[in-house]
């Protein structure tokens, strides 16, 4: 790193000792410059989120929660690889504005050439188009605060898998409000933002991992998937038209 005049390093002078940031805990009260800083300095292995202004730091993961994380991503594989510029992210820090700084069990972003929402620089900034929380002993969390705080930064799409009342929760953004979506006739999920990401939430719970990938496979050959990747084409040969103007 460069230094300009008059600057010294701690090496250059003991006496300069840098300070040492304070430990996040749960309850702190923080803008998100000042929480993402302490964050960073935590020990490897701490997971916090910043939502409304507040420190939330979640409990150790018990074995039914990191489970069922591997099938969520078990069931949206089949749809990131059948639809090119669709990245799914596990556990990854989205800075969504002065008071939110979130970590999604799982999230699905669109490239920002086919309309996405989000930009990367070293983290990611804004809302993801679908954000996944498997809610074991935070399901009143995951349900409230964490819904509105999604609502409010844009997310598109919101699933909660809640463990202990056993059912799956699928929000979509309409006008602004997270609504909760219905499931078709057959009792399978179908994502509006994300044509063609079915998911048979019955079969999730019940550990029937064969039937949803059945299902997720059905959802990615299906009409409405291809006609999406279609109108992605056009999106991005838009997006290649105008940046080559420039």
């Not at 490897?44 to 990191?66: C, D, F, K, N, W």
């Not at 006739?185 to 019955?202: C, H, K, M, N, Y």
Request: some cysteine; aromatic content about 8%; proline content about 7%.
């Amino acid at each position: 790193m460069s230094m300009t005049s008059g600057q010294h390093t701690s090496l250059d002078n003991p006496a300069v000792v840098p300070q040492k940031l304070p430990r996040l805990e749960a309850g702190d009260r923080l803008d998100q410059p000042t929480f993402h800083a302490r964050y960073e300095a935590m020990p490897s292995g701490t997971r916090a989120e910043l939502i409304e202004g507040y420190v939330h730091m979640p409990s150790p993961t018990r074995p039914q929660h990191g489970a069922t994380h591997i099938e969520v991503v078990r069931w949206m594989l089949p749809f990131q690889e059948a639809s090119p510029g669709v990245t799914l992210c596990i556990d990854t820090t989205f800075i969504m504005g002065k008071e939110y700084e979130v970590q999604p069990d799982v999230a699905g972003v669109l490239a920002a050439d086919l309309g996405g929402q989000v930009h990367l620089e070293e983290y990611f900034y804004g809302a993801p188009e679908l954000s996944v929380e498997v809610a074991l002993t935070t399901e009143s969390y995951d349900l409230h605060s964490k819904l509105r705080v999604y609502e409010v930064s844009g997310v598109l799409e919101y699933v909660v898998v809640a463990l202990w009342q056993s059912e799956v929760f699928w929000f979509v953004n309409r006008h602004g409000k997270l609504e909760r979506l219905a499931p078709g006739a057959d009792g399978i999920l179908r994502s509006e933002v994300f044509p063609g990401l079915w998911l048979d939430p019955l079969a999730l719970l019940a550990r029937d991992f064969r039937r949803v990938l059945e299902v997720a496979r059905l959802g990615v050959a299906s009409p409405e998937h291809q006609a999406w990747l279609e109108r992605l084409k056009a999106v991005k040969a838009i997006h290649d038209k105008q940046k080559g103007s420039r």
